[in-house]
């Protein structure tokens, strides 16, 4: 497609129950990345992606997070056993090389 | 490690001009880029320095001093639309190609 994608937009789930979110990169894109927005704060950083290896996990809150890249292309961002703190906008974004961040529009997480 | 300040809001008036400060401290600077984001929605590339000086695009313009790790967002003849959070990141290369946000700056135009 012409940007990033993301898949769910909204998802409410229940304290405990496991969730994965979906990033589809614009491509030809060779970086991929994850943050977290909570209501009216700022960019949380989570993961970082070139290629289909993760250089850069030092953003991801717990060992309840992983995400994971294939064919250079598709990202899935997993929350196991989720908390309410984990509600927020995971916003993914990708890059040429050395260019400018293009975002997708989010995927909204509520945790009951 | 990484920091960067921004204002948390700033209030203007529509035809004015306006000024949002940014400053970061980072070891291994590969650029700063400017957002824009409107509540509920995405972050949108506004400008991008990675060479010290003044960076001009139509009413927004971006000027970068890295011996100071400062960087200001110019906004003239400010519209209703404006109304929105601007976010400065720093690339860093001691974090890979990664992007590090500021707290972003919620700036208000009135009437």
């Known amino acids: 497609g012409a940007g990033v994608s993301q898949s769910p937009s909204n998802k409410v789930t229940e304290k405990g129950k496991d969730v994965e979110l979906r990033c589809d990169p614009i491509?030809?894109?060779?970086?991929l990345y994850w943050y977290r927005q909570s209501l009216g704060q700022g960019l949380e950083f989570l993961i970082y992606?070139?290629?289909?290896?993760?250089?850069?996990k030092s953003g991801l809150p717990s060992d309840r997070f992983s995400a994971e890249r294939t064919g250079g292309s598709v990202s899935t961002l997993t929350i196991q056993r989720t908390q309410q703190e984990d509600s927020a906008v995971y916003l993914c974004?990708?890059?040429?090389?050395?260019?400018?961040?293009?975002f997708g529009e989010g995927s909204r997480l509520t945790v009951l | 490690g990484q920091n960067i300040d921004q204002p948390t809001e700033m209030t203007a008036t529509e035809g004015a001009i306006v000024q949002i400060n940014c400053t970061y401290q980072?070891?291994?600077?590969?650029?700063l880029f400017w957002y824009q984001q409107h509540a509920g929605e995405a972050p949108t590339f506004l400008s991008y320095?990675?060479?010290?000086g003044l960076e001009e695009k139509g009413r927004f313009s971006s000027f970068l001093s890295r011996s100071k790790g400062y960087s200001y967002l110019l906004l003239k003849e400010l519209q209703m639309k404006d109304s929105a959070s601007y976010l400065c990141?720093?690339?860093?290369?001691?974090?890979?190609?990664?992007?590090?946000f500021g707290p972003g700056t919620r700036l208000s135009v009135l009437p």
């Open positions: 992606f070139q290629g289909n290896s993760a250089p850069d």
């Open positions: 491509s030809g894109h060779t970086a």
């Open positions: 974004a990708s890059s040429l090389a050395a260019g400018e961040l293009f």
């Open positions: 320095n990675v060479l010290d």
């Open positions: 980072t070891s291994g600077f590969n650029g």
């Open positions: 990141a720093v690339r860093d290369w001691n974090y890979g190609q990664n992007f590090v």
